[in-house]
């Protein structure tokens, strides 16, 4: 029997989730609610049905899991801790200094309604998250290193499109390679923000717009780029249209530590991502986590995880034994 996956949410995460699901044979599309007009929503999954989000509680018992694609800003918050009370669910949370808050509104909602809700899955938090730990686990005496890019960052592209005089725009973030080479060779090197990373626009001005204000208007942007080397590409509608339409984005987490009795010997751990699609990797580890959350559930578990407490056998389609005889 498949796992029937609803999805709340058809924007690029939501499409990325019907994508996936598509590629996972013992998962099986439902639904899809939206906060649009549903006959408006066209779906590839010619045996799923779009309905209105006032409609969810009439499909509890039609729907496994429940996989929530809003924003962590202000929909997450509000979504997940409610949609608990009625599916299993899982969602994409990446705000850090407010995950431990968010656990703790979906852990009471789940534990009170008997469902598993999985929180902050994808690659950072979740994956990038799962190697952090791995490695501080085994080297206990290093330190750790998260590099983001090269790639697209949605929220710092969207605060770049809201300065006056600016059109449209997409903002990359690039690791600053000394600074890289210098963590892959065991260095151990103090870096500061700006060390660390660099950031480049590419904007498309209105037309008569004061080119100088808007560079000085980003550059000057606290919280998003006063802390960096920031460069500023003025180009046309149509060469953002031709070479910026992607979302790719992507990281390292190294850990380099010692060990030996007096740390003589040195060790490098590096997990690393290259991504055409940024919302489409994400789904994907979306889509990996709701089979687990399906599978949690029927063994009686209740309440909020996170990726630390899932295991990696609850991921895959394959059971222990094809596990353990081709990936072991």
């Not at 949609?83 to 852990?107: C, L, Q």
């Not at 578990?301 to 295991?311: C, E, I, L, R, Y």
Request: glycine share 8%; hydrophobic share 35%; aromatic share 8%.
């Amino acid at each position: 029997m498949s796992i029937r996956i609803g999805i709340l949410g058809y924007g690029n995460l939501g499409r990325g989730v019907e994508c996936a699901i598509k590629h996972n044979p013992d998962l099986e599309l439902v639904a899809v609610f939206t906060r649009r007009a549903p006959e408006t929503v066209k779906i590839l999954t010619e045996t799923a049905t779009v309905y209105s989000v006032s409609d969810a509680e009439k499909m509890k018992d039609k729907i496994d899991v429940l996989i929530i694609c809003g924003g962590s800003a202000t929909d997450l918050p509000k979504q997940t801790p409610e949609y608990a009370k009625m599916f299993n669910v899982i969602d994409s949370f990446d705000t850090h200094a407010r995950i431990p808050e968010h656990f703790d509104a979906v852990d009471a909602a789940a534990k009170e309604s008997g469902h598993i809700g999985i929180i902050s899955v994808g690659w950072d938090p979740g994956m990038f998250s799962l190697n952090r730990l791995y490695a501080n686990a085994i080297l206990t005496n290093g330190k750790d290193y998260t590099f983001w890019g090269k790639g697209v960052s949605q929220g710092h592209s969207d605060a770049v499109r809201r300065i006056k005089g600016v059109k449209d725009a997409k903002q990359y973030t690039i690791p600053v390679e000394a600074a890289l080479e210098a963590v892959r060779n065991g260095e151990n090197p103090e870096l500061t923000t700006r060390q660390k990373h660099t950031r480049e626009c590419f904007v498309v001005a209105e037309e008569g717009a004061d080119l100088a204000q808007i560079e000085n208007d980003i550059k000057t942007m606290p919280n998003y780029f006063s802390d960096y080397d920031t460069t500023v590409h003025f180009i046309s509608e149509e060469e953002l249209k031709r070479d910026h339409s992607g979302i790719p984005h992507g990281g390292f987490v190294i850990r380099s530590g010692k060990t030996g009795w007096n740390n003589e010997n040195n060790h490098v751990i590096e997990y690393s991502l290259k991504l055409d699609s940024n919302p489409e990797f994400t789904s994907s580890v979306l889509v990996a986590y709701a089979r687990a959350a399906y599978r949690m559930n029927k063994e009686g578990q209740t309440g909020a995880k996170t990726v630390f407490d899932v295991a990696p056998a609850y991921l895959s389609s394959a059971d222990g034994a094809e596990l353990r005889k081709h990936l072991l």
